[in-house]
């Protein structure tokens, strides 16, 4: 008998990565514990590395991006969209600034959307783009 | 385990005298296993020619659905089983959000569609979700899992005795992403199709149909080596053959898949395109 070997990610995940990995929007994926699966190109250039270069992101990891203040300090007490969207599976949405791998500071808006299948909440996907200074 | 081929066209069937040879039924496939019990992929239009050559017998059928594309529940009302009162029948099928499977096929199986009510079937019918983790079915390991293709839908991996079968009918791993690289969870299906004895997989489109059908749920023939191969499949069937291609297109595109097949390492014997009335012996 042959070995089944480990399974598929969930189908809404796979066909997520394959959507965000055409997009020209910036976006990530999670799973339902919040490590980063995947990020796009696009998502690359904000930050600095593309996923090629990073691989899996821990949350804890990809914590250590943002949110931070203007001079790039940690702003812990602010939460994030996709927090909102694990913690409490609902859609969220949200400003904050982000750390890129330069060490400079950028603003991004973000949108995080629990994804749910047959088995239960599996991830998140997320989409932020680069905003204005009109941060809180 | 014993592999029949009752119906491996796709869409519709086809009637066509230039189309005999691989038959013109609808996707449906028997899989005898070792202990003597029968599953049945789909039912499919070809579902009405094994009905037929069941009736009489009473062992327990399962009918593990992929979905419920017209396709592949079309031949469920024609299915003699059905109608017999001694017979026992337990239908498997993907989940869904809302209806449970039995009201999902009984959209189909019920007025003004069809002159038979669901329940009125005289068999003992059970209308089952098909479990996300590996379940005993008769003697051998189901498993199963969502694939890429429009709507819910389920590929299966039959393990019985050292023989694997894999059941790919309606299936584009290849949708937004190269086959070729990446790692393997992330490419749809090939968990359950790795070195799969036999792995019956959509081949439906040519290489010149593809851009026109691409996002409609199946593959063009070269993909479907693509996966194959990657999966370290022994066999390749290709399946849910085109309404609109002859004995001669499929002949055609069995040589091209052939060559490609040898290319990536196959032997050429070990590729074939299903065609109705056949059996694999695993």
Same mark, same amino acid.
């Given at each position: 008998m042959t070995d089944d070997g480990p399974p598929q990610q969930p189908l809404e995940l796979i066909l997520a990565r394959n959507l965000i990995s055409i997009v020209q929007v910036a976006a990530f994926l999670t799973d339902a514990q919040g490590d980063v699966l995947f990020y796009n190109e696009a998502a690359g250039e904000i930050l600095g590395r593309s996923f090629e270069e990073t691989g899996r992101l821990t949350r804890e990891q990809w914590n250590?991006? !943002?949110? @931070?203040?203007?001079? !790039?300090?940690?702003? @812990?007490e602010q939460p994030l969209p996709l927090t909102t969207a694990l913690q409490e599976n609902r859609p969220a949405h949200g400003r904050f600034r982000i750390r890129s791998d330069g060490g400079g500071v950028v603003s991004v808006e973000t949108s995080a959307v629990p994804l749910v299948g047959p088995d239960g909440f599996s991830g998140a996907i997320v989409v932020f783009w680069p905003a204005g200074e009109s941060v809180e | 385990m014993k592999v029949s081929f009752w119906g491996v066209r796709g869409s519709i069937p086809v009637a066509d005298r230039g189309m005999a040879r691989y038959g013109g039924e609808t996707a449906c496939v028997a899989v005898d296993l070792e202990e003597g019990a029968r599953v049945v992929l789909d039912a499919g239009s070809g579902i009405r020619g094994l009905g037929a050559a069941l009736v009489g017998q009473h062992r327990p059928i399962h009918i593990l659905l992929s979905h419920l594309h017209l396709d592949h529940i079309n031949g469920l009302l024609f299915f003699a089983p059905f109608f017999d009162p001694g017979a026992e029948v337990t239908v498997w099928g993907p989940p869904a959000t809302g209806a449970p499977l039995r009201r999902r096929l009984a959209r189909y199986l019920s007025a003004p569609l069809s002159p038979v009510e669901i329940r009125d079937l005289p068999a003992r019918v059970r209308f089952r979700i098909a479990p996300s983790e590996p379940f005993d079915l008769e003697g051998a390991k189901v498993r199963c899992a969502l694939v890429s293709h429009r709507g819910p839908t389920l590929g299966y991996r039959i393990t019985d005795g050292d023989n694997v079968l894999c059941y790919l009918p309606d299936h584009e791993p290849a949708l937004g992403q190269?086959?070729?690289? /990446?790692?393997?969870?992330?490419?749809? /299906?090939l968990h359950l199709a790795r070195e799969a004895d036999l792995l019956i997989h959509d081949g439906q489109y040519t290489e010149r149909e593809y851009p026109l059908t691409r996002g409609w749920g199946h593959s063009r023939a070269g993909d479907a080596v693509d996966f194959a191969a990657r999966a370290r499949a022994k066999r390749l069937a290709l399946f849910h053959h085109d309404p609109t291609h002859d004995d001669g297109a499929l002949d055609l595109m069995r040589v091209e898949a052939t060559d490609r097949w040898i290319a990536a390492g196959g032997e050429g014997s070990g590729l074939s395109l299903a065609a109705e009335g056949t059996s694999v012996a695993l």
């Amino acid at each position: 008998m042959t070995d089944d070997g480990p399974p598929q990610q969930p189908l809404e995940l796979i066909l997520a990565r394959n959507l965000i990995s055409i997009v020209q929007v910036a976006a990530f994926l999670t799973d339902a514990q919040g490590d980063v699966l995947f990020y796009n190109e696009a998502a690359g250039e904000i930050l600095g590395r593309s996923f090629e270069e990073t691989g899996r992101l821990t949350r804890e990891q990809w914590n250590a991006i !943002g949110p @931070v203040d203007a001079q !790039g300090n940690p702003r @812990v007490e602010q939460p994030l969209p996709l927090t909102t969207a694990l913690q409490e599976n609902r859609p969220a949405h949200g400003r904050f600034r982000i750390r890129s791998d330069g060490g400079g500071v950028v603003s991004v808006e973000t949108s995080a959307v629990p994804l749910v299948g047959p088995d239960g909440f599996s991830g998140a996907i997320v989409v932020f783009w680069p905003a204005g200074e009109s941060v809180e | 385990m014993k592999v029949s081929f009752w119906g491996v066209r796709g869409s519709i069937p086809v009637a066509d005298r230039g189309m005999a040879r691989y038959g013109g039924e609808t996707a449906c496939v028997a899989v005898d296993l070792e202990e003597g019990a029968r599953v049945v992929l789909d039912a499919g239009s070809g579902i009405r020619g094994l009905g037929a050559a069941l009736v009489g017998q009473h062992r327990p059928i399962h009918i593990l659905l992929s979905h419920l594309h017209l396709d592949h529940i079309n031949g469920l009302l024609f299915f003699a089983p059905f109608f017999d009162p001694g017979a026992e029948v337990t239908v498997w099928g993907p989940p869904a959000t809302g209806a449970p499977l039995r009201r999902r096929l009984a959209r189909y199986l019920s007025a003004p569609l069809s002159p038979v009510e669901i329940r009125d079937l005289p068999a003992r019918v059970r209308f089952r979700i098909a479990p996300s983790e590996p379940f005993d079915l008769e003697g051998a390991k189901v498993r199963c899992a969502l694939v890429s293709h429009r709507g819910p839908t389920l590929g299966y991996r039959i393990t019985d005795g050292d023989n694997v079968l894999c059941y790919l009918p309606d299936h584009e791993p290849a949708l937004g992403q190269p086959l070729d690289r /990446g790692p393997d969870e992330w490419v749809s /299906g090939l968990h359950l199709a790795r070195e799969a004895d036999l792995l019956i997989h959509d081949g439906q489109y040519t290489e010149r149909e593809y851009p026109l059908t691409r996002g409609w749920g199946h593959s063009r023939a070269g993909d479907a080596v693509d996966f194959a191969a990657r999966a370290r499949a022994k066999r390749l069937a290709l399946f849910h053959h085109d309404p609109t291609h002859d004995d001669g297109a499929l002949d055609l595109m069995r040589v091209e898949a052939t060559d490609r097949w040898i290319a990536a390492g196959g032997e050429g014997s070990g590729l074939s395109l299903a065609a109705e009335g056949t059996s694999v012996a695993l």
